[in-house]
């Protein structure tokens, strides 16, 4: 038998003091971080508006909860409060009352009762060494969890870079053989991943609301990332990029560049390989987010990136566009004799353009005589 609440949405927000313009405000938020058309927000209001709160279970395996601290910790009304309401969150280790063989009951009265239907968030790597005891929950494996927990959800979200490909527990040496979700349960389907470390709420919420809407999944890239959020360069979407294409760069930290948001580029920032919309959506309701506070990109929504971006403050080897050992005014003088070399050539062309003119003007006034007019006459 069912037992969970069939509540709509409307009023758990209104039981919960979130006006219906904080309502539309939300879909409007949601409708720009997927990178939808505005008219589509009429189809996400109408879909949310009618949910009735499909049921979640989130679970944590080796990780720092720092992906449960990034959804529940923001302002008010946060990504955070919606997406509580949103779901009917039924496990969730880190804040959930019930614990012990209680909580675990519950976990196995959702897969009993909502097989298929559920919707299942992981967070943490999974370790695969020595059969996996390194990690286990009530005597169970993460991987037995994971696998009976996922291959029987309706969508899983990895959150975080540990869910997606293993994370800092899977960087060298790895000693507890972690790995991701996706290595852990081969062949799982639905599968969304949500690099980051952390992973951003606004995002995860994006996917969720998208579930919602449309019951389908976002368009995803070669990771499962969706493309809204992992689709650009980083480097792209920057507010210091501008300093960047002209030779401004933070030399030492705190240094007058430092102090005046020049590019991070020669302290070891790795946006001009990364991808994400950090930029954009940010972080703490798009308050800031790390380049902007001035540290460099460290590239934490890339494959393996705590092996592949490492040491985080070296400087990239090659990165299009000017050469970084090229200073501002050396780039002025350069455009400035580019420009200058414009304009002679402009000059001349006009001078060759207006002699050819004239000769053909005078051709057209003086025409050479008619040699056979004389013969015929």
């Given at each position: 038998m069912n037992a969970l609440p069939e509540i709509e949405l409307r009023s758990a927000l209104e039981a919960r003091g979130i006006s219906r313009r904080q309502f539309v405000k939300f879909c409007s938020t949601?409708?720009?971080t997927l990178a939808l058309p505005p008219r589509y927000l009429h189809a996400v209001v109408k879909a949310?508006?009618?949910?009735?709160?499909?049921?979640?279970?989130?679970?944590?395996?080796?990780?720092?909860?720092?992906n449960s601290e990034s959804m529940l910790r923001s302002g008010y009304p946060s990504v955070g409060d919606f997406v509580l309401e949103l779901l009917s969150w039924e496990y969730h280790e880190l804040i959930m009352a019930g614990a012990g063989k209680r909580a675990e009951e519950t976990l196995e009265r959702v897969m009993r009762d909502h097989k298929g239907e559920y919707i299942a968030v992981i967070e943490g790597s999974i370790p695969m060494a020595e059969d996996g005891v390194h990690c286990t929950i009530g005597g169970k494996t993460a991987l037995d969890i994971a696998t009976r927990v996922c291959s029987n959800a309706a969508i899983n979200i990895a959150v975080g870079a540990?869910?997606?490909?293993?994370?800092?527990?899977?960087?060298?040496?790895?000693?507890?053989?972690?790995?991701?979700?996706?290595?852990?349960v081969p062949g799982i389907k639905n599968l969304v991943n949500l690099g980051g470390c952390p992973h951003n709420p606004a995002n995860t919420a994006a996917v969720l609301v998208h579930y919602l809407t449309f019951h389908d999944l976002p368009a995803l890239d070669q990771y499962h990332r969706p493309l809204f959020a992992y689709g650009d360069i980083i480097h792209d979407q920057c507010e210091r990029r501008a300093h960047y294409d002209a030779g401004r760069y933070v030399e030492?930290?705190?240094d007058e560049g430092h102090r005046k948001g020049w590019c991070l580029y020669k302290m070891g920032c790795k946006g001009p390989e990364a991808t994400y919309n950090c930029p954009t959506v940010r972080?703490?309701?798009?308050?800031?987010?790390?380049?902007?506070?001035g540290h460099g990109c460290i590239a934490c929504a890339s494959p393996r990136f705590w092996d592949t971006k490492?040491?985080?403050?070296?400087?990239?080897?090659?990165?299009?566009?000017?050469?970084v050992d090229v200073?501002?005014?050396?780039?002025?003088?350069?455009?400035?004799?580019?420009?200058?070399?414009?304009?002679?050539?402009?000059?001349?062309?006009?001078?060759?353009?207006?002699?050819?003119r004239a000769k053909n003007v005078r051709a057209e006034e003086n025409p050479p005589p008619d040699l056979n007019a004389g013969g015929s006459a």
């Open positions: 949601m409708v720009a949310l508006d009618q949910t009735t709160r499909p049921v979640l279970v989130w679970l944590e395996f080796q990780d720092c909860a720092g540990c869910a997606w490909d293993g994370g800092i527990v899977r960087a060298s040496p790895n000693p507890t053989g972690a790995v991701g979700l996706a290595e852990a030492e930290w705190g972080w703490n309701e798009g308050t800031s987010w790390p380049v902007k506070a490492s040491p985080f403050y070296d400087r990239l080897p090659k990165v299009p566009g000017f050469g200073l501002a005014e050396e780039i002025g003088w350069g455009g400035t004799a580019a420009v200058g070399i414009a304009m002679l050539a402009q000059v001349a062309g006009n001078i060759v353009r207006d002699k050819t």
